[in-house]
């Protein structure tokens, strides 16, 4: 099944950061994490209750607690074997 899998995967490239808690100790394949290449994004599900509502003509801008936006941000969750194009590996294998 490894014959199949692309060579520049999420599993094998330097910004991807495995989630520990959610892996297969005996399939390095297998398991998910985050990108890290971009900066993380905000989640509108998650920031949506966090912003007041806000009354018809207002002009001014919701004041949102930083740590609001911190734990409304995400980095994009991928699984180990995904892939995206900007693949860049890891500095063990670049050397190897």
């Given at each position: 099944m490894t014959d199949s899998l692309p060579a520049e995967r999420?599993?094998?490239?330097r910004f991807?950061?495995?989630?520990?808690?959610?892996?297969?100790?005996h399939d390095a394949d297998w398991g998910f994490g985050?990108?890290?290449r971009?900066?993380?994004?905000?989640?509108?599900v998650i920031v949506k209750p966090l912003m007041p509502a806000l009354?018809?003509?207002?002009?001014?801008?919701?004041?949102m607690m930083p740590l609001d936006?911190?734990?409304?941000?995400?980095?994009?969750a991928t699984s180990a074997?995904?892939?995206?194009?900007?693949?860049?590996?890891v500095a063990d294998e670049v050397a190897a």
């Open positions: 999420c599993n094998k490239c991807w950061l495995e989630d520990m808690s959610n892996r297969d100790p985050s990108c890290r971009e900066p993380p994004r905000l989640v509108e009354a018809y003509g207002q002009q001014t801008d919701p004041d936006l911190v734990s409304a941000s995400r980095f994009p074997i995904d892939w995206c194009g900007r693949y860049e590996a």
